[in-house]
């Protein structure tokens, strides 16, 4: 299986095993401009040169290599399974991806057909979004009516593979303390160029892809939805510590116990 989802920097300076809708895109850019002194011009998912990731091919030796001998300091972020579907939702059911299409063709038709999810002008956001939310839980319980995507699917689920194939992180942080955790990062690390966090613009491809979200977070979420969350993200809630109760509380409650999720997620 070897390690999806990884990038690693030329100078072999970082790791990264990317989580989406986890500041992929804002992390992705300071690991180019620390090898480049500048930012990849676009999307840097697009990237095919000036960084290894395990889907160009001629990386893969390199950051096998790497991760099993665990050559460079390697790390992943996470975001609390509440927000994290949440804004799935906006970018990828009611926004128009970059390709001016809507995201996998024939998927919001779909929702739209099978699920009365509605995206189309003055629509109840919440109602759509909590009939999303059963379908999200039938792709990844079910995997029909198609498997689960990887915007929506766990976390925990995206950052074992790195762990069962045989590398070992040595930082994990939260997408909700961004500079402090991308910081302890930097710290840990040489790059060819140095990177001031205070200056970095945060890279989040997919803001205007949708509306605005119109009402607070916890508001989408009555207890059939906050079951229907924990049955889907339980692993992600107790690993990372997020507050399952509040979904208002954005905030882990917690540090992550890096031991704990090798322990677990390498099984």
């Given at each position: 299986m070897g390690f999806p989802g990884t990038w690693m920097t030329q100078s072999e300076s970082m790791v990264y095993r990317v989580v989406p809708k986890c500041a992929c895109s804002t992390?992705?850019?300071?690991?180019?401009?620390?090898?480049?002194?500048?930012?990849?011009?676009?999307?840097?998912?697009?990237?095919?040169?000036?960084?290894?990731?395990?889907?160009?091919?001629?990386?893969?030796?390199?950051?096998?290599?790497?991760?099993?001998?665990?050559?460079?300091?390697?790390?992943?972020?996470?975001?609390n399974p509440y927000t994290r579907i949440l804004s799935s939702f906006f970018d990828k059911i009611c926004g128009i991806q970059r390709n001016g299409k809507r995201y996998r063709g024939n998927l919001v038709p779909l929702l739209i057909q099978k699920y009365g999810v509605q995206v189309e002008g003055d629509f109840d956001q919440i109602e759509s979004f909590r009939r999303f939310l059963l379908f999200a839980r039938d792709t990844i319980r079910w995997r029909r009516p198609m498997e689960p995507d990887i915007h929506w699917s766990a976390i925990s689920g995206h950052i074992s593979t790195f762990i069962v194939n045989g590398g070992r992180y040595d930082n994990i942080f939260f997408t909700e303390k961004f500079d402090e955790g991308m910081q302890s990062v930097l710290d840990a690390v040489e790059t060819p160029h140095?990177?001031?966090?205070?200056?970095?613009?945060?890279?989040?491809?997919?803001?205007?892809?949708?509306?605005?979200?119109?009402?607070?977070?916890?508001?989408?979420?009555?207890?059939?939805?906050?079951?229907?969350?924990?049955?889907?993200?339980?692993?992600?809630?107790?690993?990372?510590?997020?507050?399952?109760?509040?979904?208002?509380?954005k905030m882990p409650l917690g540090e992550v116990d890096l031991d704990e999720v090798h322990a677990k997620l390498g099984a």
């Open positions: 992390i992705g850019q300071i690991m180019f401009y620390s090898d480049h002194g500048e930012f990849f011009d676009g999307d840097v998912h697009d990237a095919m040169e000036g960084m290894h990731k395990w889907a160009i091919e001629d990386s893969q030796p390199l950051i096998e290599a790497n991760v099993k001998g665990h050559k460079s300091y390697a790390f992943t972020c996470v975001r140095k990177v001031d966090l205070g200056s970095i613009p945060r890279f989040n491809e997919s803001e205007g892809h949708g509306p605005k979200r119109a009402h607070p977070v916890e508001d989408y979420f009555d207890d059939l939805s906050m079951h229907l969350v924990y049955e889907i993200y339980k692993r992600d809630f107790n690993l990372f510590r997020y507050d399952f109760e509040n979904p208002g509380n």
